[in-house]
Nanobody, 120 residues
């Protein structure tokens, strides 16, 4: 399974961005797609996850601002991020696993990361 993340960039506080993660390869066993992020000097943390049955999980810090979705026809997962603030600045990674887990050790497949910078 290969994951290709894209969509990062520089955005002002209060702005929006949409990240994409395209999956390819042997994806039939993948049931959970998750976005993680790692800010400067911080540990990697789970941001949002979606399963093949469209069940979602969000970090408390992004609830009401971020929305995760998937398009199975394109094997792509999206992260719509609204009302961004400087604390959202991080490298965002997409990850895939056979089932949902809050633990990053459960994810065998990772994308290369895309940088989101929130700054005025």
């Amino acid at each position: 399974v290969q994951l290709q993340a894209s969509g990062g960039g520089l955005v002002q506080p209060g702005g929006s961005l949409t990240l994409s993660c395209a999956a390819s390869g042997t994806i039939i066993s993948i049931n959970a797609m998750t976005w993680y992020r790692q800010g400067p000097g911080k540990q990697r943390e789970l941001v949002a996850s979606i399963t093949s049955t469209y069940s979602t999980n969000y970090a408390e810090s992004v609830k009401g601002r971020f929305t995760i979705s998937r398009d199975n026809t394109k094997n792509t997962v999206y992260l719509q991020m609204n009302n961004l603030n400087p604390e959202d600045t991080a490298v965002y990674y997409c990850a895939a696993a056979s089932s949902y887990s809050p633990s990053r050790e459960a994810y065998a497949y990772w994308g290369q990361g895309t940088l989101v910078t929130v700054s005025s």
